[in-house]
């Protein structure tokens, strides 16, 4: 991941800085990851709220408001495709967008991520700007 200088001028070079601020919930169990996405998404100007793991992130999301919600799959207490079910009918209901990111790279694991209905479906590691043009892309 860029250090923070880069990313702020490789976002602020891109006009991530100047979109609204939409408000995502990240449901992952990896403490570094968790956080490398929160300061990340904050860098690029979006609400943050997060979750350690899939129980807490279906309670945040029925009590709270997102514009879009990025979920692990291999987690304890929910994974997140259970995550995902549990979701749906919100998800559906508000047009929220769901976007897997997991370490799950294989090709029935990524398949079983498009087939669950999810909006999108990135692996880890990922590249930066992959991961906001398809979050950029989500909230339209």
């Known amino acids: 991941m860029p250090s923070n200088t880069n990313l702020k001028r490789t976002l602020t070079g891109t006009g991530q800085l100047m979109k609204n601020m939409h408000k995502i919930l990240v449901i992952e169990d990896n403490d570094d990851i968790r956080e490398n996405l929160e300061e990340l998404l904050e860098l690029a100007n979006y609400q943050v709220s997060i979750a350690e793991n899939g129980a807490i992130g279906i309670e945040k999301a029925t009590n709270e408001q997102f514009d879009l919600i990025i979920c692990d799959i291999s987690m304890p207490a929910k994974d997140g495709y259970e995550v995902f079910e549990t979701l749906n009918p919100i998800l559906k209901a508000e047009q929220i967008p769901f976007m897997f990111l997991t370490a799950s790279a294989q090709e029935r694991d990524i398949a079983k991520g498009k087939v669950s209905g999810a909006d999108a479906y990135l692996t880890k590691p990922?590249?930066?700007?992959?991961?906001?043009?398809?979050?950029?892309?989500?909230?339209?």
Do not use: R
């Not at 990922?126 to 339209?140: A, P, S, Y």
């Open 126 to 140: 990922f590249q930066v700007d992959h991961l906001l043009d398809t979050i950029e892309n989500l909230l339209k």
